[in-house]
């Protein structure tokens, strides 16, 4: 498949008195209407074994110029590291830790999970987002093309 530069994102999650939190590199929205994202997480990660417990995770989007969390979560493993103990954060209404830095965010409650092998798809319903933030001119998102009428339904 080609390579394709997609955003990436930070996932954390609490269950069972253990935070984790990874860089996700497979997650996209996947509805429109209920609202939904679809997250992937290794099977081989802690982040995924923490997921197995939890019941809400938080997905957060970063700005570019701030990327200490994302060469946080994604170069050191929580198996040997606590992430949380390097950044800021503050709990969300569930218990998960949100990131202070993250430019947007949002958590929800884990509705399914799907297995597809070495990565399991977590499929969150948003209870808490954060405050509205502008867009990245350089990225084209739904906010630029919603006005379009489509051909057919979504």
């Known amino acids: 498949m080609p390579r394709v530069p997609a955003p990436v994102y930070?996932?954390?999650?609490?269950?069972g008195g253990e935070r984790s939190g990874c860089l996700v590199g497979f997650a996209s929205q996947c509805s429109i209407s209920p609202p939904r994202f679809m997250v992937w997480l290794s099977v081989r990660n802690h982040t995924y074994r923490t997921a197995g417990g939890a019941t809400h995770l938080a997905v957060h989007v970063l700005d570019r110029d701030?990327?200490?969390a994302a060469e946080l979560f994604g170069g050191e493993t929580g198996?040997?590291?606590d992430k949380f103990a390097r950044v800021d954060r503050r709990p969300s209404a569930d218990g998960s830790p949100l990131l202070t830095e993250a430019c947007a965010w949002f958590v929800g409650r884990i509705e399914t999970r799907i297995?597809?092998?070495d990565h399991v798809g977590f499929l969150p319903a948003p209870t808490e987002v954060s405050p509205p933030?502008?867009?990245t001119p350089a990225l084209l998102r739904y906010d630029d093309v919603k006005e379009i009428d489509l051909g057919k339904p979504a």
């Open 133 to 135: 933030v502008r867009t």
């Open 10 to 15: 930070v996932v954390t999650v609490a269950a």
């Open 115 to 117: 297995d597809a092998g």
């Open 79 to 81: 198996d040997q590291v």
């Open 66 to 68: 701030r990327c200490g």
